[in-house]
Nanobody
Framework: QVQLVESGGGLVEPGGSLRLSCTASGLRLDYYAIAWFRQAPGKEREGLSCISNRDGSTNYADSVKGRFTISRDNAKNTVYLHMNNLKPEDTAVYYC????????????????????WGQGTQVTVSS
């Protein structure tokens, strides 16, 4: 059974940094395209960043470009989201998601491109 688990969330002051981790049981993450999403109360789930399993390319939403970085550590079967210069509007529950290697969908920032989801980790940016 595929299970994704996010960790690393918490409370941070504006301008601070956090590193979120996405680990998995039941699959090798390097075989999968992985994306990070977030959802704030009353808002739709927003795609933030993705990393391809095909060529390692990455993509970012404009809202986080230049502040967030996605990376893989295949030895640890983990994908990270490094978040810098955090703002109060970054407050949300953050999710990682995986797209299986046999998928014919593009590797992008749309919810329907991903089959497996974690339970989320809360990030709160506040002074």
């Amino acid at each position: 059974q595929v299970q994704l688990v996010e960790s690393g969330g918490g409370l941070v002051e504006p301008g601070g940094s956090l590193r979120l981790s996405c680990t998995a049981s039941g699959l090798r993450l390097d075989y999968y395209a992985i994306a990070w999403f977030r959802q704030a109360p009353g808002k739709e789930r927003e795609g933030l960043s993705c990393i391809s399993n095909r060529d390692g390319s990455t993509n970012y939403a404009d809202s986080v470009k230049g502040r967030f970085t996605i990376s893989r550590d295949n030895a640890k079967n983990t994908v990270y989201l490094h978040m810098n210069n955090l703002k109060p509007e970054d407050t949300a529950v953050y999710y990682c998601a995986a797209q299986p290697p046999e998928s014919l969908l593009p590797v992008g920032l749309m919810v329907n491109e991903y089959d497996y989801w974690g339970q989320g980790t809360q990030v709160t940016v506040s002074s």
